[in-house]
């Protein structure tokens, strides 16, 4: 409504100035002239309250766009695979949720529907100068197509630099966030002015990039600015000579000023704008990239989920049958023909030196990697089919790597699962012997923590990681058993969880110390992507091979 209210002021209100100039000033006739003022003060009026219930609306709207745009972006960001997140620094996928969400949303407020409005009273504008004088308007048609030329040619090089602007900017916020998480090894190894050169270089990239953009911005509006001041100088120079002659009316003059200027203000804002939606066209490229990432496996056949879902009520075995991996076509292979069965209570072992292959086995049984070959089936049904939410409800993984959030010790536990109530916590905490240091903090299971759990020792927030795997009541345990950087107290405790862990799940682990090794029902052990051996601890030792030279280095 407020669109045709705007287009409708812009044009009555020359037509009145021309009515008192020509009708009244010029002929010293001012009856009825009170009446042209105030209704020309109250098309002004309307005008404005238009333009900013018009305004008003449009900002509204762009922001609620952005605002379901982030949420989708956010909801896609969460669905990827976890190898995205392993080949895409945070810093740039933090750049694409935020400055290049604000820059569309920059875009929106600042008015797509703007554009189309100041169209529509150009065209409109033009209309009624032609209606009164075709050879006045005749001027400003000539130097319309002076500005197309020069704003599509400026427009190119915006895109190109603002381009560069984003992934220079990307490259370096993702560059600064790798330093802040790692600031503590910079400064014990006095690596400062080292990373402060490489970040210098980063932003001097982003820096001439901003700085080619700004040339061409400023460009665009000067040169803008200079044909706009040069038509209304043609302007008032024809029009005397009109004047002179009779042909024109001193109404007609000033009316066709006071709508050049109105014309013009539409397109150097228009100018303006095009900066600004070059920056939101090239942000939307790099947000569309994002949302083509594709997403984690999960089918949508309701009735073939459905019986997925019946299939895998609960864990009964797990079929490794020939499987391989690489991480890309052109490269060695790190897995090589991998073969081997889990069933409901077992416990498998994995062992192996640096470098072997046995992390990249729990990242494809847990879909990190996804581009495996063979076959992988849990209950009979193949890996790739089965729901991402299911294989989360089967699977808890524990690494060796923790992180914590910056929530209550609770909530670190449960994560806000809708299957995780209060007394699941407690649970899962007594399970891991975590309620032991629990209970001592002030607040228990309500203590804040800071950023990552450092309020914590490393060995109490892997316990917490430890019972938060728990409290999810899955039924195929995946863990890296590594106790590094852990006090002999927490490593007890931490111990007595994996023994317990041992005792009533059925359980994959990365084996480090002899003592779980011997507890497992079978040892796989791993070499150049291979299963060189496999057996208990007593056949492999007799065999004297790979496992008998490494059981003598493993921790006891």
């Not at 790099?286 to 984690?296: A, Q, V, W, Y």
């Not at 806000?416 to 309620?435: F, M």
């Not at 029902?521 to 790979?546: M, P, Q």
Request: some cysteine.
């Amino acid at each position: 409504m407020a669109i045709p209210i705007t287009v409708g002021a812009t044009l009555v209100l020359p037509w009145l100035v021309i009515r008192i100039v020509d009708d009244h000033l010029m002929k010293d006739q001012f009856k009825g002239f009170s009446e042209l003022v105030w209704a020309s003060a109250g098309i002004i009026l309307l005008g404005y309250v238009a333009d900013a219930v018009y305004t008003f609306s449009l900002q509204k709207t762009g922001q609620i766009a952005i605002y379901e745009l982030r949420k989708e972006l956010y909801k896609h960001i969460l669905s990827l695979p976890r190898i995205f997140f392993d080949q895409k620094p945070v810093g740039v996928i933090l750049t694409r949720i935020t400055t290049d969400l604000e820059a569309l949303g920059e875009s929106l407020a600042a008015g797509v529907l703007s554009v189309f409005t100041d169209l529509l009273k150009t065209i409109a504008l033009l209309g009624v100068l032609i209606y009164f004088s075709w050879q006045l308007t005749l001027i400003i048609l000539l130097v319309l197509p002076a500005i197309y030329i020069i704003s599509n040619y400026l427009r190119v090089k915006l895109r190109l630099y603002y381009n560069l602007t984003r992934e220079a900017l990307a490259l370096a916020t993702g560059f600064l966030q790798e330093c802040l998480n790692g600031v503590k090894t910079v400064q014990l190894y006095a690596s400062e002015r080292k990373v402060q050169k490489q970040y210098e270089v980063k932003t001097q990239h982003f820096l001439h990039a901003q700085s080619r953009s700004n040339f061409y911005d400023a460009t665009l509006f000067s040169v803008i600015e200079g044909i706009t001041s040069t038509a209304m100088a043609l302007m008032i120079w024809y029009g005397a000579h009109e004047i002179l002659d009779g042909n024109v009316t001193v109404g007609t003059l000033i009316g066709f000023i006071n709508i050049l200027n109105r014309i013009f203000v539409p397109i150097r804002e228009f100018t303006q704008q095009l900066t600004v939606f070059q920056r939101a066209m090239s942000s939307l490229e790099n947000i569309e990239k994002l949302f083509r990432e594709k997403t984690d496996v999960a089918l949508t056949d309701t009735e073939l989920q459905n019986g997925i879902t019946r299939k895998l009520d609960g864990f009964e075995n797990l079929i490794f049958e020939n499987v391989c991996f690489r991480y890309s076509p052109d490269s060695p292979y790190v897995l090589k023909g991998i073969t081997f069965e889990v069933n409901k209570g077992e416990k498998i072992a994995i062992v192996g030196t640096t470098g072997s292959g046995k992390s990249t086995i729990l990242r494809i049984l847990t879909r990190t990697y996804t581009n495996y070959e063979g076959s992988i089936r849990i209950n009979g049904v193949e890996l790739s089919a089965i729901p991402r939410g299911e294989l989360q409800r089967l699977i808890a993984m524990m690494q060796q790597e923790t992180y914590l959030f910056e929530e209550k010790v609770g909530f670190n536990i449960s994560l806000g699962r809708e299957s995780v109530g209060s007394l699941e916590v407690e649970e899962a905490a007594r399970y891991v012997y975590a309620n032991k240091f629990i209970e001592q903090l002030p607040g228990k299971f309500d203590f804040q923590l800071l950023e990552n759990g450092k309020n914590l020792s490393e060995g109490q927030a892997r316990l917490i990681i430890f019972a938060r795997a728990i409290a999810g009541k899955s039924d195929l345990f995946v863990l890296d058993e590594a106790t590094s950087s852990v006090d002999s107290f927490t490593e007890n405790l931490i111990q007595k969880a994996i023994g317990r862990i041992f005792e009533d799940k059925t359980v994959i682990v990365i084996a480090h110390r002899l003592s779980t090794i011997r507890h497992s029902t079978n040892i796989l052990v791993i070499s150049n992507g291979f299963i060189a051996e496999r057996g208990d601890h007593t056949e492999l030792v007799s065999l004297n091979g790979i496992y008998a030279r490494l059981s003598q280095t493993l921790e006891q």
